[in-house]
Structure formats: C-alpha cells, structure tokens
C-alpha cells in the first residue's frame, strides 16, 4: 500500500532554555496535525524517535508520555518510542511507513524529538551512539570518530579543510531563509578555517550543533490521503545497520549501511541518485555530507568534494542539498533531525518552502546514526 | 499473516556481576536461533526491547550494536531499539509480529535485555517510566506509585496483605524448577509479612527484583515456520497506552491500557479470557498480578483477591500464572521481561517446561510499561 505524509510540523531549533521537552514535541505535533487537516481521534498509532530522554531528563517511556501530553490517552493507541542514535526521527519515520504500508494502520503520526541544553555533558550523551566499550573507554569521541574516517578520505582522494569548509558556508547559507534554523547568519570560508579545531580536520564551524527541537508528520494510506490533501508527498523508506565500532569494518571510507540503505529505498521507489531533485543529508560533520554524496551514488567514491566545488549542491544547482541548514545551521536536535528532514522535502515538494524554494519532483533524506552504524533513507515524490 | 513463534532463548536472570550487556544477549539470541534451526544469514530484521542503557551503561544505539555483536552486521539487516519502560520487551515482540503479519519480512528476531547491576541508583532509573515531572519530582517512586493504587484496591475490595503475600509465595515456589530463575527457593507467607515496608502496604518480598537479563525470540511467516517446525506458536499481540501520570485516570482501580490491549489481542486470536489455560502476567509487585486478572477479564472487579486465595492460579489450578516464576521470582530483567513471558509461554505450549509443565492449549502474556501508561497483551496458540 503507498504511504503519503499528508501533515508536517516543527518546532523552533536552538537552544530553548524558555521550553520544556513536552512544550516542544506538543508545537511540532499540533501543526502537523493541523496541517494535515485531521482531528486528533483519527491517529491509530504514534512512532518517536527520541535518542537519551533517559540520560538528558531521567525520563523514559516517552512514546507514551508524549501521547498522554497530546490528549490521546483517552484513545489508548500504541505509542512507540524507537531509538538508533540520533536516527531515532528517521526510524520512527520508516516505522511508521511500516505501519501504514503493511495496511495495519490507516493514520499514524511520526514525531521525533530531543531536549538537551538542560543536561551538562551532552557530547558524552551524544558519544553513546558509538561503542561504548571499543571506542569511547579508549578516549575517543563523536568528532574524534569522523575525524580519523575524514582524514583518510581526504588523503586518499585530495580532499581540503577547504572543502568541508565550503560544506559549512552554503548550509549556514540557506539557513538564512529558514524560519525554525538555530543559525539565521551566513559565515564565510575564512571563519570556519579560523576556527578551532575539535578533532582535526574538524573545526567548530565543522560540526553540528547539538540543538532542542521536535518535528512531527501525520503518514497515511493514499486513499486517506486523497480525502485530506490534494498535495500528498509519498514516500519509500529503507533502513540498513553496519559495524559500530569503526575498527570492524573493512573498508572506513564507504558508510555500508547508507549504500545497503540507498539500493533498498532506491528499488522500493523505482528511481536512482540521477532522479533525485533535492536532499536532506545528515551533515553531522561537513565532512559527512561529502561522504554521503558519495555513497548515496550523488558522485563517485573520491568525488564527492567536486560537488561541493563546483556548487552542484548549493540552491541553484543542479541537485540542491540541505535546503533546511541542513543540522550544521538549521540545528541539530538528534531525535529530531530524521523528522526533520522529512518536514523540509515535504515543504519543498510542496512549494512551501518560501525563499529556499527550489524546483523539485523527486527528494531524498537520509538519516544516520553516530559513526553510520544505522542508515535510513526515504525517498519523497510529488 | 499468520505469526509464529519458531525458537526461543534466555540468559540466567539475576545478578550476574561476571557477565557484561553483550555476552547476556548473545547467549540469549543464539538459544533462539539454535532452537528455530535457522542460519543468522536467514534473519531479516531485528527487534530490541531496552528501557535504559543510556543511564544504566551510558550506552544508546543498542539495536545495532547488538547486531553487530551476533554477527549480522555484514547483512546490514535493519536493527530496531524500541521502549517502553519495562513494557519494552513486549514493544519488540509487537513491533516484531507486526513486521511478519504485514507481510514485509518472512524471519525476525525479537530479543529484550537489561543489564543493570552496574549502577548505583537502580530505583532512580526503574522510576523514570513514571511522569517525572508531576510523580517523581514530588518525591513517588515506582513502588510508592503501586502502594497508591494497591490501598484503594484493597480497601474498597477486601484485600488483604496476607492475600498479597499468596502471589509471592506462589511465584517463588513455581520458580525453584525454572532453571533461569533468579529466586530458586520458597517462601513462606510470614516472610513476606515479616519483611519490611518499602511503600505501605508493599513489602520488600511483594517487589519484583531489578534483575540481568536477555531473552531472545524467532518469529516467521505461518508457511516460512512449517518448514522449520513441527510445533509453531502462533501468536496475535496488541498494544495500548493510558495516562502516565495517575492524576490523570479517572479510575485508579481499571489499568485501562491493560483492558484496551487485551480487548483487542483476544478479537484478533479469536478467543475470550476463559479460554485462556496459561498466563504469564507483570508481578512487578504482587498486587499488580491481583489487580491484571481483573483488567484481562480472569476475574471480575473486586475479586481478583479469589482467584489467589482458592489457588486458581498455582499450578495445578484452572489458570496458572506465572509458572515462570513471574517476575518477582524469575527475576525482573525490565526489557527483557516481556520476551521472557514468551519464552515461557511457548516451553509450556511445546510440553518442554520440565517439573513446572502445565497441560495447555491456549496462553497469554501480559508485558506491562511502569504503572500502566503502555500494556501489550500477547495471545499465543499451538
């Protein structure tokens, strides 16, 4: 059965100290549902992706608080919390993709969402994506991690700071025109060189933010969606798993469980990278959107940094990537990005997208967890 | 789709300070495999049912670090971390069930574990499935929760403590011939009586133990299970949600997720509570097993206390419960629980339970997350 996103909302990404995490999931989902056009009682199933609610509010079992917060006790639907990472948002995402294909549930809304300013040691948090016991125990870190898989790629393929630079420069670009961005401002080559290293090659201005946000989607089946929009944006959805800790994998320089993920959703969609319009990619790094150009077939391996050079990827280009800020300037609000994501291709292919809008049929997001042992990827058609 | 249940496989449940989180659901996961007879290269998904590694291991990404570990990264299969309090292994059986009856995967493995005796402050982390904000900051805990609604009940019914201390007694004496038990011994209804109160009228031997644990399962498509088995397990799961916080129910005295879920699983197996033989039920204290064959319809409002005093539900009586030894004696690996349930349902439907073997045809397991903001009700056939 095709599924459709008939319903997008997201909340404001920053640093929100003025909000609790159930103010921020209840905006986000009460515009999706309103942007959908359905009441409340229509919902048969809610997905959240949340990564460490446990260790960022000692709150767990949010699926179901977040039902209760949104006036859906009463119905007593399955709520579900689903985490990999900071792909919790594009997990929760192709569960519920699951649920609606499989002909299970008719409606379901997708949220994701994160809280962390309220916490001290967030890149601890943020580090449990990786193996806790072969990596992290030995000293290394998230930015440590993609720095050692960064270095070697640019020396194997030429790679430059400058080049991520340029990754870093046309996302805090676009964020410009994007209401709900953390960082409205454009920055230039010279500043993020300028700026300190974290993990060589990667700088300050390389790397994402780790941000507050939630993101909400109302999936349904396409004959649903028929009778609520006349602008269904419908979707395929894969999901692959690699290696966690890097030392296992064979080869550092391609993110299997991206390429496993990409065939799978690129089959499901009967379309190929040279079909995709616009992307969403998990820019946790600059680095990392270079790779995934890469592995998603965008380019081939070793030359992903041309289409950065070359401006492919800017707005305007001929595949425009990370229209949003993508999560280095829109934010990154880990369980929420994946949701995210699927707000800004919907919007796109929707023609809402206001001063970032581009001309686009056929979108893609992906959604990684830590180091890419967990990949999902969605494709979106109009 | 009809689902079954092919193998199945626990770890020891307890305290188990020699062995770490990986080696407890490798043990587990590999029981099941071996007993399904399938390969790993044959599993195409994989469903995991964790409350809290983040706080209690400072690990997240579970999912696909525990693929990783078994030996399926190479497959790159997808590998979900669900969670629902200590409803969370329940959650992956659900999840898992619906990925085969849909159609969309033919052989998936559900596994739930806990490792918990690596931290200090267990009843901290056990208490975030409640409402933090409106229970926990207040000063309630999980147990101080329980000993609100376990008052009620037994004030407007009739209960009695000594009616509490049969559940314990009970569950003790079924666990000293399951060889993972935790508690392998009996007690008496004066031990219970004597041990002191953590939350009146709650004693320290009506509360489950925080417990290790891993228990894994492999569930295929009715044709993909014939030819593997002589003995499927079919099953049909449901799952509900109500109010996290206990302010919020307008009756204390009903778990309404507990009724909802059960309504459904019994419409979906086509069966009524009095044709269920068998159950393993959520004894996190023993009031709660009192108050569940009310809400699963065993018994009516009020007279739960019945069935315990007139030994309905030792072994030996028209509906066992908890022959496992439940989770007040089996030991209570929180997300791991609910696949155990399952591992114990279907021994006792396959006639392999040994010395607590009952004479069944039809069981059901009850998985349930805190106080009852998430319930999954399983049903289960041979």
């Known amino acids: 059965m095709r599924v459709a996103i008939i319903g997008v909302g997201c909340s404001k990404f920053g640093e929100l100290w003025e909000k609790s995490f159930r103010e921020i999931y209840l905006e986000a989902g009460l515009k999706a549902i309103e ?35 949104a006036g859906l006790a009463e119905l007593g639907i399955p709520a579900v919390r689903v985490e990999a990472a900071d792909a919790s948002g594009g997990l929760a995402l192709k569960e519920a993709y699951m649920a609606v294909a499989s002909g299970i549930h008719k409606i379901v809304v997708a949220a994701g969402v994160e809280k962390v300013t309220d916490v001290g040691d967030a890149m601890k948090i943020a580090s449990s994506s990786a193996d806790q016991e072969w ?20 020396k194997r393929f030429g790679g430059k700071e400058e080049d ?3 990754v870093a420069v046309k996302n805090h670009k676009n964020a410009v025109n994007n209401p709900i961005a953390q960082f409205r401002r454009e920055i230039s080559v010279e500043e993020v060189l300028n700026s300190p290293y974290i993990a060589e090659p990667l700088k300050v201005l390389d790397s994402a933010p780790i941000s507050d946000g939630a993101a909400a989607i109302v999936l349904a089946s396409e004959e649903v969606a028929r009778k609520y929009t006349d602008t269904p944006v419908f979707i395929e959805c894969a999901q692959a798993s690699d290696y966690v800790a890097l030392q296992n994998r064979k080869d550092l320089l391609t993110m299997n469980a991206v390429v496993k993920a990409a065939r799978e959703a690129y089959r499901r969609a009967k379309v190929g990278a040279k079909d995709i319009d616009i992307a ?18 965008f380019a081939e391996k070793g030359k992903g940094y041309e289409l950065i050079r070359e401006g492919v990827t800017e707005i305007g280009g001929d595949l425009p990537v990370n229209t949003s800020g993508g999560l280095k300037a829109c934010g990154h609000a880990i369980g929420a990005t994946g949701i ?23 979108g893609l997001s992906l959604n990684i967890g830590g180091t890419g042992a967990t990949a999902i990827v969605t494709i979106y058609k109009r």
């Not at 995210?340 to 056929?362: C, S």
């Open 135 to 154: 990596e992290c125990f030995a000293g290394a870190n998230l930015p440590a991690l993609y720095a050692l898989i960064a270095r070697l790629h640019m």
């Open 164 to 166: 991520l630079a340029l």
């Open 280 to 297: 969403e990619l998990h820019d946790s790094f600059t680095f990392a959107e270079i790779l995934e150009y890469e592995d998603l077939g």
């Open 340 to 362: 995210r994501q699927a707000v800004e291709i919907v919007q796109q292919l929707r023609n809402e997208a206001g001063k970032r809008q581009v001309d686009a049929e056929v």
């Open 35 to 69: 942007d959908a056009g359905i009441e409340g009682k229509e919902i048969e199933a809610l997905y959240v992706g949340n990564m460490s609610s446990g260790m960022y509010l000692n709150q767990e079992h949010v699926a179901a608080l977040i039902a209760d917060y």
